[in-house]
C-alpha cells in the first residue's frame, strides 16, 4: 500500500467507516463543505451528502449533546471539536453526561460516540490552541483515549473507535498531520488498549506518545551511538493502558522514563510512574524519570515554544542519567 | 393567562382524563412519600419534589406516543413516572436497591426507564438539553416520526447549553419540543432577580421557533399545547419552545424551607393546584364523586403498596458498583 500521511489516514478511516455503516455520521464546525480548518475532512460531504456529514454552528455543547442522544438511539456519531483546548467550553459533555450516563442508568445506554479532536504545540498557535488536552480526561473513568502518532495507528485506530460500543475521545496531533507512513495491508481496525514497541531496546524503557514518541526515537538513535540501548514504548491509548507491555519491558530494562508534551502534574505519565513504583518498585535499578514540558501556559514565539517543549536533547539527557544512575 | 389559554381541550375523553387524574394522584402521593423518606433520614443525599407541578409532566408525556424520548432535569420523579415507570421500582432506586430503575446507581436525581421512553433525568443544569437534540437528531437521520420531549426550568433558560440547544434545534429543523416548567424560582431565587425577560416563551423567538405561554396546572391544556407541538415536530416542522406556568409547593430540596416567598403566595397557587382543578372539571363534565372517590383512593393504595414492596427488596450486590462503566 503507498504511502499516505497522517492526516490522509484519518480521511480515509472516517470514508471507510461511513461507507460501511449507515449509522456512522459526522458532526462539526466547518467540517463539510469547507473540509475542516486542517482539512481532516475534505471530500467527505460530497461523498457522503451533508446530513451525514453535518456542518454545525459554532456550539460545542450542542455538538457534543447531539452526539451523545444520537448515540444512544443507535446511530456512531462522530463529533469533531476543532481544537481540543475547546473541549473545555464543553466539559460538561464530555465529563458528566457522556462517562457517567451509562453508569447512572445502570447500564440501560451505550453511547457509541467518538470524538476527535486536535492537540500539540509546536506550530505557533498560542496558548488557547494548542494544548494536550488528554491529561483534563484521565481522572474520568468512562472514557477512552487515544493518541496516535502514526499514519496507520491514526488509520486502524480510528476506525476502531468508530466502532467501539464506548464513548473514546481521539486526539489529533497538528504536527503529525503531514507525517507519511505505510497503512498495514488489511486496513483492519486496531485493537484499543494495545501498545506498540516502537524500538526494540535493553537497557531503559522510554514510554511516549504521538510527537514525543517521534523525539524519544531521535534520541534512541542518537543514544545508540554512545552504546545505550533504549526501548521505545508507545501506548497509542491512555485508556485503556496496556500495562502489561510496559511492565514486561521495565522487567528487562529496569529503568524507566516516560516522556510527555505536556506539564508533570496531574498527567498520564506522572500516574504510570506512580503505578510502576507501587508495583514493580523491586524492579527498578534507577528512580524512573518523567521528561515533561514546563509548568506555565504554552507560548507563542517560536524560540520559547521550542523551549517549553520537551526536546530531543531533553530525553536523551533523561535517558543518559537513568541509564548512569 | 396567554392566547392559548382557551385552547379546546381537543380529543381527550372523560377515561383519559380519569387516568390524568389517577396518574396525577399517584405522583403527588408519591412525592408526600419521598417527603417523608427524606425528612425520616431512610434516604441518603438530596431531592427535588415536584408538588403542584403534575399536570406539566402528566399533560405532556401522555401527548406523546410509543417510540418517542422524554429527558428532564433532577426535579424529574414526576416526568419519569408519567412515562409509565412503575411506581415500586422507581421508590427502589430512591431507596438505593438493587430492583430499583437504575440499579441503585442512579438515585433521585438520575430516574431513567429507557423501556419507556424515559431517557433520563439530569442533575446538571441545562445539560441534557443538547442530549434531546441528539434524539430527535437520531429520528431526523432516520426518517422516523419520533419526537424528543424536553423538560427544563426556568433557571435553565440562563444557562449557554439552553441556548446552543435551542439554535441547533432550529436550524436543523429538530423534532424537539422544549417544555420550560416555570415555577417562578432557580433554585431559591426569585426569577425577577436573575432573568430580564418574564416571559420565558419569548426566548424561541431569538432561534426563529414556534412558542406557547400556557397555564401548566391546567392537564388539559398542556397535553392539547404538547400535542400540537409533537405533530409539528413529526411533520418537520421543527421544535417549539413551550412555557408552562406553574408552581412547586414544597421547597427547591430537601434543606429548602422557602422562606423567600412572599406570604400568600403558596396558599394562592395552591387554589390553582391542578388536581382538585381536574376534578372539578370532571365532575363538570358527568364524571360521579364517587368514581373520583375511588381514583383517589386506588392511587394512594398503590403508592403504599410499592412502596412496601420497594422496601423489602434487597440492597445491590457490592459487585454491581463495578459494572456498567464501559459496554
Not at chain 1, 13 to 39: R, S
Not at chain 1, 273 to 278: E, F, S, T
Not at chain 2, 1 to 9: D, G, L
Not at chain 2, 141 to 169: K, P, Y
Request: net charge negative.
Amino acid at each position: 500500500m503507498s504511502e499516505v500521511t497522517y492526516k490522509q489516514a484519518i480521511t480515509q478511516a472516517l470514508a471507510d467507516e461511513l461507507e460501511a455503516d449507515e449509522d456512522v455520521l459526522l458532526l462539526g464546525e466547518d467540517i463539510g463543505a469547507a473540509g475542516g480548518v486542517f482539512k481532516a475532512t475534505e471530500g467527505l460531504w460530497e461523498r457522503f451528502g451533508g446530513q451525514r456529514v453535518r456542518d454545525t454552528p459554532i456550539s460545542e455543547q450542542a455538538i457534543v449533546g447531539a452526539a451523545i442522544g444520537a448515540s444512544i438511539r443507535g446511530l456512531k456519531p462522530v463529533a469533531e471539536i476543532m481544537f481540543g483546548d475547546f473541549a473545555a467550553t464543553c466539559f460538561d459533555g464530555i465529563v458528566n453526561e457522556l462517562p457517567k450516563y451509562r453508569y447512572m442508568t445502570g447500564g440501560q445506554v451505550t453511547l457509541p460516540v467518538t470524538i476527535r479532536m486536535t492537540v500539540g504545540a509546536g506550530g505557533g498557535f498560542g496558548a488557547q490552541h494548542s494544548q494536550a488536552v488528554e491529561n483534563w480526561f484521565l481522572s474520568i473513568p468512562g472514557l477512552k483515549l487515544v493518541v496516535p502518532a502514526t499514519p496507520a495507528d491514526a488509520y486502524g485506530l480510528l476506525r476502531a473507535a468508530i466502532r467501539d460500543p464506548d464513548p473514546v475521545l481521539y486526539f489529533e496531533h497538528k504536527g503529525l498531520y503531514n507525517l507519511k507512513g505505510e497503512l498495514s495491508g488489511d486496513g483492519a481496525p486496531l485493537a484499543l488498549g494495545s501498545a506498540d514497541v516502537a524500538r526494540a531496546g535493553e537497557d531503559v524503557t522510554v514510554v511516549a506518545t504521538q510527537a514525543m514518541r517521534h523525539r524519544a526515537l531521535a534520541a534512541a538513535d542518537a543514544l545508540a551511538d554512545e552504546g545505550i540501548s533504549v526501548e521505545v514504548i508507545d501506548p497509542r491509548t491512555l485508556v485503556p493502558l496496556d500495562l502489561n507491555a510496559i511492565r514486561a519491558s521495565v522487567d528487562r530494562t529496569n529503568r524507566l522514563v516516560v516522556v510527555q508534551e505536556a506539564a508533570f502534574a496531574g498527567t498520564w505519565g506522572a500516574s504510570l510512574i506512580a503505578k510502576v513504583v507501587q508495583d514493580g518498585f523491586e524492579s527498578l535499578d534507577a528512580p524512573p524519570r518523567l521528561v515533561a514540558a514546563e509548568d506555565t501556559p504554552i507560548p507563542y514565539a517560536e524560540a520559547l515554544e521550542d523551549a517549553w517543549l520537551p526536546s530531543v536533547d531533553d530525553i536523551a539527557a533523561a535517558v543518559r542519567a537513568t541509564a548512569a544512575f | 393567562m396567554s392566547k392559548t389559554a382557551t385552547k379546546p381541550a381537543g380529543e381527550v375523553g372523560l377515561e383519559r382524563q380519569l387516568d390524568f387524574l389517577r396518574a396525577m394522584l399517584e405522583i403527588r402521593h408519591f412525592e408526600d412519600e419521598c417527603h417523608r423518606l427524606f425528612a425520616a433520614g431512610v434516604v441518603r443525599g438530596s431531592t427535588h419534589l415536584g408538588q403542584g407541578q403534575e399536570a406539566v409532566s402528566v399533560g405532556a408525556c401522555g401527548a406523546l406516543r410509543e417510540g418517542d424520548t422524554m429527558t428532564c432535569t433532577y426535579r424529574g420523579h414526576a416526568a419519569t413516572l408519567a412515562m409509565g415507570a412503575p411506581l415500586d421500582r422507581t421508590f427502589g432506586e430512591i431507596l438505593g436497591k438493587a430492583e430499583g430503575l437504575c440499579g441503585g446507581k442512579g438515585g433521585s436525581m438520575h430516574l431513567t426507564d429507557v423501556s419507556r421512553g424515559a431517557m433520563g433525568s439530569f442533575a446538571i443544569v441545562g445539560g441534557h438539553l443538547p442530549i434531546a437534540c441528539g434524539f430527535g437528531l437520531a429520528a431526523q437521520h432516520r426518517g422516523t416520526e419520533e419526537v424528543s420531549l424536553c423538560f427544563f426550568g426556568d433557571g435553565s433558560t440562563n444557562i449557554g447549553a439552553f441556548h446552543e440547544a435551542l439554535n441547533l434545534a432550529s436550524i436543523w429543523k429538530l423534532p424537539v419540543v422544549f417544555v420550560c416548567e416555570n415555577n417562578l424560582y432557580g433554585e431559591y431565587s426569585p426569577l425577577a432577580s436573575t432573568t430580564p425577560v418574564e416571559r420565558l416563551a419569548d426566548r424561541a423567538d431569538a432561534f426563529a421557533m414556534a412558542k406557547e405561554r400556557i397555564d401548566g396546572n391546567d392537564v388539559l391544556l398542556v397535553h392539547a399545547t404538547i400535542a400540537a407541538a409533537a405533530a409539528r415536530a413529526r411533520a418537520g416542522e421543527g421544535p417549539t419552545l413551550v412555557e408552562a406556568l406553574t408552581y412547586r409547593h414544597k421547597g427547591h430540596s430537601r434543606s429548602d424551607p422557602a422562606a423567600y416567598r412572599p406570604e400568600g403566595e403558596l396558599e394562592q397557587w395552591l387554589e390553582r393546584d391542578p388536581i382538585p382543578r381536574l376534578e372539578q372539571a370532571l365532575l363538570g363534565a358527568g364524571a360521579e364523586q364517587e368514581r373520583l372517590d375511588a381514583v383517589r383512593a386506588e392511587a394512594e393504595q398503590a403508592v403504599l403498596d410499592a412502596l412496601e414492596r420497594a422496601k423489602g427488596w434487597p440492597d445491590p450486590a457490592l459487585e454491581s458498583r463495578l459494572e456498567h462503566v464501559y459496554a
